[in-house]
């Protein structure tokens, strides 16, 4: 089988490697439909974050169970299946209270051992829980592109609006126009929030945000973004800024535009940012909740939404590849040509 390599910073490598056996009674081998490429993944391929060369790479796929070891339970040979972005027994403590991304028994796509999501096939590990079917008779081709981003950035922006406590009424600043980004602006939506400010220099990612559901887009960066929400509000703020980004200027720009007495969703992974002071937050009680999406925990509810053409997030994929040509996807997204670039297998 044909899968993608690591092979160091600005080298992504589709080479043959041998199929994924079962190894563990809880293992399911599946063969992968729909991929795609993640904004964390660009990271290490920027060389900011550290990867092992020569590992496997991906971590957001969907596709149809091939295999299942004898304690694989929850789904059957021949299931449509999405897998969260990380694997998780469903069973422990943590798992149990929704925390997913906390597993005591965690492990990572790609990591030793463990078969990354861009490839034609790959072992799943724990899949009791971390495999969710999907109803084959409710799902066409066409579906697949709306279907596909449970896997990590529909669930990672819904964690960032419900970590935020978005609810009916809700004020909110986005702050971040990619994926993930425009995917908190959708949850929103889905959540009730009465104003929207999408944070987005990019017409064509503003264009999206809009069509997701902002009522405001801010064309601007930093202090001047949150600037024009605090005048668009009374010099308010927003009661909850959703922090998509992870660099220090996103966290200071959600600092500035929320409310007194708000809160901060964070769930943009956080690269190069410097601690926060507790005055930041204690002063002005200022809540500030988020981690890893627990994708895991949020597929099953969000899963009819999506089933049911409520929530539609396909057009968060501006480009679609075969396998052969990820090396060219990485660079689009690293380049900014495209928000982001599915794999269709």
Known sequence: MKAAIFSGPGKIEVREVPDPAIQNADDAIVRITHACICGSDLWP???LTKRDAESRIGHEFMGIVEEAGDGVKNVKVGDL???PFVISD????ECR???TTRCRNMQSWG?????GGQGEKIRVPLAN???FAIPKNQVTEQMMPALLPLSDVLCTGHHAAVSAGVRQGSTVAVIGDGAVGLCAVAASKRLGASRIFHISTHKDRAAIGRKFGATDTVAARGEEAAKQIKDATDNLGVDCALECVGTAESWNTAFSAVRAGGNIGAVGLPVQVPDIPVAKIFWPNIGVKGSAAPAASYIPVLLSDVLSGKLDVSDIFTKTIPLSDVAQGYKDMDERREIKVLIKM
């Not at 990591?111 to 078969?115: E, R, T």
């Open 90 to 93: 469903g069973t422990c403590p």
């Open 97 to 99: 209270l929704g925390m």
């Open 129 to 131: 829980g971390t495999l």
């Open 45 to 47: 391929y920027r060389g």
């Open 81 to 83: 299946v999405v897998a």
């Open 111 to 115: 990591a030793k051992g463990n078969d």
